[in-house]
């Protein structure tokens, strides 16, 4: 069966600099694109950023971008997202997507 399985989170200081993980099986990795969200709870899940089947195109949300970015190893089977430059208002569970399936995903808390 398909698997997506997050990894990086934590608690860092407002200005500090997290990587999420996303690690994918049971899929043909190759051939998907790969997609960030993150949802606070009580509040809808919010699209971060993307990235093609090659890793040739990406794209982000403006309130992110500039400071994450999305990449991709096809060879490891695994999407990444760096984020720097962090703000309280980042402070979210993290989800990778990748077709129709979503991992488990990692919470992500910012202090300030």
């Known amino acids: 069966q398909v698997q997506l399985v997050e990894s990086g989170g934590g608690l860092v200081q407002a200005g500090g600099s997290l990587r999420l993980s996303c690690v994918a099986s049971?899929?043909?990795?190759?051939?998907?694109?790969g997609r960030w969200f993150r949802q606070v709870p009580g509040k809808e899940s919010e699209w971060v950023a993307s990235i093609s089947n090659t890793g040739g195109i990406t794209n982000y949300a403006d309130s992110v971008k500039g400071r994450f970015m999305i990449s991709r190893d096809n060879a490891k089977r695994t999407v990444y997202l760096q984020m720097n430059s962090l703000k309280p208002e980042d402070t979210a569970i993290y989800y990778c997507t990748m077709n129709t399936f979503w991992g488990q995903g990692t919470q992500v808390t910012v202090s300030s």
């Open positions: 049971g899929l043909a990795f190759a051939n998907y694109a």
